[in-house]
């Protein structure tokens, strides 16, 4: 398989994946102090408000090993998380004296543990687990740090307390986080519940290292601090690795007068192959590609009708040196004058220097295959005339982005940027920016039965989505095929902005046409100042019953506003029984479990709806953005909702495909606009 790379290499685990806490083990790194392993994370940076985080496996460490901080050498504490000397967990700072709290209890060797120590300007505090520690203090202005932030040791050049066991997921806050008191969001209880750091409810963490699947224990510079982006790329080897972006026309690229294309790359070796670009073969036009020929950088430009003297532009294999990140972006602009100004190249936001051969052919649009059966876009590969796949590209790659305009001189310095990614922030002519494929920590193996590499273009969710606006009462009717009464799963992805709908209700789906009328809604409910989900399920004996995620409902906890610009993943199942959690709710990874009052599902005729309480009627109908909504006539588990999860991006294969009944991907590729109404495909078909 293809590999997500970051300096030096990917360190894949080597069994199954336990769940819950059990596959922290799979995904950590395993200190032995008498090898001397320590993570140095840079310079020691000062706060006053802070939160430090970690899950630790202890494994017989000395007295005081360090788990996560910085200390000034052997002099003042900066603030650190360690053990103390009677294998308790030890939070300590220094305002001009050392102040220190333990954990409440003594902690157990090969075992699981998350800390989280708070400092909110006034108090410093430890929770273990989730739960607040009962030891407290106050503190002042803390010193300067001089040294590192390190992990598994106090300081840079430290020996003697050098952490022994496993450690996971570190983080670190530029701000106190929050324990659900006061009215606050449980931002603790949010990471004891091994949820995605980067995904918490608040600001994300400045510095997170997950030290699992991305970090290398035997290599320097192998441990990446996820917060920065820009660390990582995606390696493929000569083996024939290739990553399928889609149909060209998805691009605007066949058929287009203007185009432009930046990616980064370095190469191996001065071989034969394939960067990117789609391919029809030369009876019907060619296609649009970057290749590598003998190291030289080729940009071919077919054209529709022609079978031979095709344009391209050439930079030497002298001008592109082995080992080095080079930067690229190719411009196409058939509306100039026929010839060679049709293609520019800039290379490291300069104008390239290369060659022309037959500019004159060089077409007025790119070429859409002279009729033939469209093609997809790929990168690593060149796609044959005959469908197979040639010229195996060995290299790494980073940032492929698509713009259906012509960029200019001045936008490739800003996209160079003086040799790092501009992995974040505004990009050149962002809104002709149509695809950006960052190949980071983004991509993912697919964690179906499939096999592929998901790359997520980061300019939309999967990869486009509907939009709902409130204001005209927009809903997606699903007809009456989906009639499930004992068993079933509703999954959607949401995404709502921090404007809309701040003390209403946001319907997800619903089955409802008016009491009796009614089969389920699921939505989440503002009320009395609480936000929570419910689900309103009708039993096949017509007795209704709300069921909530609030404190007051089977001591499920309340979870946060979800009305953070953000993309969730929610949904319930039932399964059509009493039994104990027999019904679920689920935001994320995070699961409520009921027991249902009466069994079954009350049959109905009615619609099925996205988006809105009861057909034409505007109560509770959902602002914001929905993607990949998905129906299964069984009750998931609570680990096939992590799996559908996906560390935060959608699954592009079907999960227990076997149920699935329907599957909305709600994307350009499968709606459709009839004139009157919008169509969407049933995926799962």
Not at 139 to 161: C, F
Not at 306 to 335: K, R
Request: with cysteine.
């Amino acid at each position: 398989m293809g590999t997500n790379y970051i300096a030096p290499i990917w360190r894949m685990p080597e069994n199954k994946n336990n769940y819950p806490i059990d596959k922290l083990s799979n995904y950590s790194i395993d200190f032995n102090n008498a090898l001397t392993n320590k993570i140095v994370c840079g310079d020691a940076v000062a706060y006053s408000t802070f939160t430090l985080s970690a899950w630790a496996n202890p494994s017989s460490p000395a007295s005081y090993a360090a788990i996560f901080g910085s200390r000034n050498g052997i002099g003042a504490f900066a603030y650190l998380l360690s053990t103390d000397n009677t294998n308790k967990f030890r939070f300590t700072v220094d305002d001009g004296s050392s102040k220190s709290i333990y954990s409440d209890s003594t902690f157990s060797n090969d075992t699981w543990y998350n800390i989280v120590c708070v400092a909110d300007g006034t108090n410093i505090k430890m929770y273990v687990n989730g739960t607040l520690q009962a030891d407290t203090d106050t503190y002042g202005t803390l010193v300067t740090p001089t040294d590192k932030l390190m992990i598994g040791a106090q300081y840079e050049t430290d020996t003697q307390y050098e952490w022994s066991g496993k450690i996971s997921q570190v983080c670190l806050f530029d701000y106190a986080l929050t324990d659900g008191t006061g009215g606050t969001v449980n931002q603790i209880e949010y990471l004891y519940n091994l949820n995605n750091p980067m995904a918490i409810s608040g600001e994300k963490p400045i510095a997170y290292w997950p030290l699992s699947d991305n970090s290398n224990p035997t290599a320097s510079a192998g441990y990446p601090n996820i917060s920065v982006e820009a660390d990582s790329v995606f390696d493929f080897d000569s083996s024939g690795q290739r990553i399928n972006l889609g149909l060209e026309s998805n691009l605007n690229l066949g058929g287009s007068s203007k185009s432009s294309t930046s990616l980064w790359f370095k190469k191996v070796a001065n071989s034969t192959s394939c960067l990117y670009g789609y391919n029809y073969g030369d009876a019907n036009g060619s296609g649009f590609y970057f290749w590598l020929n003998s190291g030289a950088l080729r940009v071919a430009v077919g054209k529709d009708g022609e079978t031979s003297g095709f344009g391209y532009y050439q930079i030497s294999s002298s001008n592109l040196p082995i080992g080095e990140w080079i930067n690229i972006i190719v411009v196409f602009d058939g509306t100039l004058a026929s010839g060679d100004d049709r293609i520019k190249v800039y290379q490291n936001g300069e104008v390239a220097t290369g060659t022309y051969t037959n500019g004159t052919n060089f077409p007025a649009t790119l070429p859409t295959g002279n009729g033939a059966s469209n093609r997809n876009v790929y990168l690593g590969q060149l796609q044959l005339g005959n469908g197979g796949f040639s010229y195996n590209y060995d290299g790494e790659m980073s940032n492929v982005q698509q713009w259906d305009t012509d960029l200019d001189l001045s936008d490739s310095v800003v996209i160079y940027n003086n040799g790092q990614p501009l992995m974040t922030g505004a990009q050149p002519k962002e809104a002709n920016l149509r695809a950006w494929y960052k190949l980071n920590q983004t991509a993912n193996w697919e964690a179906d039965t499939v096999g592929n590499w998901q790359i997520p273009d980061n300019r939309s969710a999967y990869p486009q989505s509907f939009e709902f606006k409130s204001s005209v009462n927009e809903q997606i009717d699903l007809g009456t095929n989906l009639d499930f009464t004992s068993a079933m799963t509703f999954t959607a992805w949401v995404k709502v902005d921090t404007t809309h709908h701040i003390n209403d209700s946001l319907t997800f789906v619903s089955n409802v046409n008016g009491a009796p009328n009614i089969k389920y809604n699921f939505r989440y409910y503002q009320a009395s100042g609480n936000k929570f989900f419910r689900l309103q399920l009708w039993a096949n004996n017509g007795v209704v019953k709300n069921y909530n995620t609030y404190a007051n409902n089977n001591g499920a906890p309340n979870y946060p506003n979800i009305s953070d610009n953000k993309w969730h993943l929610v949904g319930f199942s039932c399964d059509g029984t009493t039994d104990a959690d027999g019904i679920r709710m689920y935001v994320d990874e995070q699961s409520w479990h009921f027991t249902a009052d009466n069994p079954g599902i009350q049959s109905s005729t009615l619609d099925t709806r996205l988006g809105v309480y009861q057909n034409n009627a505007a109560t509770w109908d959902f602002a914001g953005e929905m993607s990949n909504a998905q129906f299964w006539d069984t009750n998931l588990s609570d680990a096939n909702i992590v799996t559908l999860y996906n560390n935060g991006i959608p699954l592009t294969t079907a999960l227990e495909s076997s149920n699935l009944k329907a599957w909305y991907k709600l994307d350009n590729n499968n709606s459709l606009w009839n004139g009157s109404k919008w169509e969407f495909i049933n995926s799962a078909n």
